[in-house]
């Protein structure tokens, strides 16, 4: 077999996938898609996109058949936001200080203490009698630890908050509420590492 014959099998053998598959009826994320916004992603890091680490925070993809298995991609965004977010603190930290950067999350940690100091139970828009919404008691559960981790600085990760799941309830929390208000608040936890 000459060099040449190496060559031409290279060529023809796939990339392995970044992640497990999934098998059977179990759905992971759309490989493609991820792999796009990894790219993206990895481009940004190195000084050349604009992805931030809200965006990966945020970031959602289709659920197919032999797609990526979810948690080891949730896994690695999780990781991808954390570098994106100390890049974007030493950035803000070299061109104003650090005093900005901890004014800035101190200022955001505020907004979320007060609105987290409405009583239990309506701390959040619910929805209709008809409409399911994030369930109450679990929600007031989480702000808690978070007002917790603000004002008295118990322990709380970026990523407890990452995996927060909640339960369904008719005329529950509202979801885009809740989910914006973790959000709010990895971003303060990402702040202050």
Known sequence: MSSDDVLDLDETEETPPAFSLTHGRTRGYHRAAVDTFLAAARQAFEGGGDITATDVRVASFPLVKNGYVVAEVDAALSRVEDALATRERERVVRSQGAGAWVEQAREEAQVILDHLAR????????TGM????????????????VVRYLRDGEPLTAEQLRSAAFRMQRGGYREEQVDALLDATIDVILAVR
């Open 130 to 145: 008809l409409t399911f919404g994030y369930r109450v008691d679990e929600v007031d559960h989480v702000a808690t630890r």
């Open 119 to 126: 009583p239990r139970k309506h701390r959040f828009a619910r």
